[in-house]
């Protein structure tokens, strides 16, 4: 990891703060199609009480809620925006976050631009980037059981019934 990439990673104590503060979430890149990681993290956080807004001009609506063709569509106040999208539309998005009053910037996993990070920490924003929103929530809050994952079907522990 680039110095400047580790200037921005985040610590725990900070990822609780943002995700136990942050409760209108922005999702910039929701797809419908529910194989997408991005649908697959919108449902998780919806599941887990955050207002989910999708942002895609593809569709009008996603995951039951009226889906927005940008940030500045959206007629309500925004805590957190979370980019679905290559690294290079990011500094575009960070100004728009910006410009709508969001107070946290998440870039997903694989989705890095220190670029996006400087200027949305130089407007007062929170950054978080190349980390999954529902991973992290999951983490710090007790969500790892959520479709499957920790269910004690995946052990350790060796069973019984095998032999030595």
Same mark, same amino acid.
């Given at each position: ?66 889906? !927005? ?91 019984? !019934?095998?032999?030595?």
């Amino acid at each position: 990891m680039c110095a400047a990439v580790a200037d921005f990673d985040t610590d725990v104590p900070t990822l609780r703060r943002i995700l136990a503060g942050a409760k209108t979430v922005a999702v910039v890149g929701l797809s419908a199609n529910w194989q997408r990681p991005s649908n697959f993290a919108a449902k998780y956080m919806q599941a887990h009480g955050y207002r989910v807004i999708p942002v895609n001009p593809a569709y009008t609506t996603v995951l039951g809620e009226r889906c !927005y063709p940008s940030l500045a569509a959206i007629p309500e106040p925004i805590d957190m925006v979370d980019c679905f999208r290559a690294s290079a539309e990011i500094t575009a998005l960070a100004r728009e976050a910006i410009a709508v009053g969001a107070k946290v910037l998440w870039m997903q996993l694989g989705v890095i631009n220190v670029e996006a990070a400087v200027i949305a920490r130089a407007a007062g924003l929170e950054v978080v980037m190349d980390r999954c929103v529902k991973i992290e929530h999951a983490r710090l809050f007790g969500g790892l059981n959520f479709v499957g994952v920790n269910t004690q079907i995946i052990s350790s522990k060796r069973p019984k !019934y095998l032999a030595n």
